[in-house]
């Protein structure tokens, strides 16, 4: 590991990281309170840091350096389905309150009359009107994705379905099954047959 002293600096330089030390370092911060440390034996407390179980590299004390747990990076973690339809609900949920706005403007459109509506209708027929219907296809994707994945939440409230494998399948079979939903809504409610 290359390390300086705080005078040393040298701006404009990049310092080499001895990842294999930074992954021992890191592995230690994540002890849990009664846990014992992975290289001391210590016994981490509520408020003892790596640094007083000495869990910490000789090499990597710095002075005003804190050494408390950190949280992995995204790039830590390999992708998996369950990880996807996570993130995916959420950006679903977001997509959600969007598309309710929009179609809230929509209703007061029609609620106002035919010149109000005529509005959404030249919108629809004008040269954006493939636009407009590229966004209400995802906008039924994401609703029946959401309520897909919102009821495998329940199944988890419940206390079912939590081994990794089938959590994976499940994921898989509830991305397929919002596209096979939001297909059938399409083809025999939005008139696309």
């Known amino acids: 590991m290359l390390h300086s002293t705080p005078g040393e600096a040298q ?13 021992i370092i890191v592995s230690a911060n994540h002890a849990r309170p009664g846990e014992t440390s992975v290289k001391s034996g210590a016994r981490m407390t509520a408020k003892t840091t790596t640094k007083d179980a000495g869990t910490q590299d000789a090499g990597a ?13 995204i790039g830590v973690w390999r992708w998996h389905a369950t ?6 609900h959420r950006a ?46 995802a906008f039924t994707l994401s ?20 081994d990794p494998k089938g959590s994976n399948q499940r994921s898989i079979l509830i991305f397929a099954g919002s596209i096979v939903v939001t297909a ?3 083809i025999f409610a939005g008139g696309l047959v």
């Open 83 to 88: 990880m996807a339809s996570s993130i995916f």
């Open 11 to 23: 701006p404009g330089r990049a310092q080499r990281v001895d990842l294999k030390a930074l992954r």
């Open 61 to 73: 004390k710095r002075p005003g350096v804190s050494y408390k747990p950190l949280s992995p990076h």
């Open 92 to 137: 679903s949920g977001v997509a959600n309150y969007i598309g309710a706005i929009l179609f809230t403007v929509w209703l007061v459109m029609v609620a106002s009359g035919p010149d109000a509506y005529a509005v959404w209708e030249g919108l629809r027929g004008g040269p954006l009107g493939i636009l407009v219907t590229l966004a209400l296809i």
């Open 184 to 186: 059938l809504i399409w």
């Open 143 to 162: 609703l029946s994705y959401h309520l897909l994945n919102g009821l495998r939440h329940l199944g988890w409230d419940a206390g079912a379905g939590f």
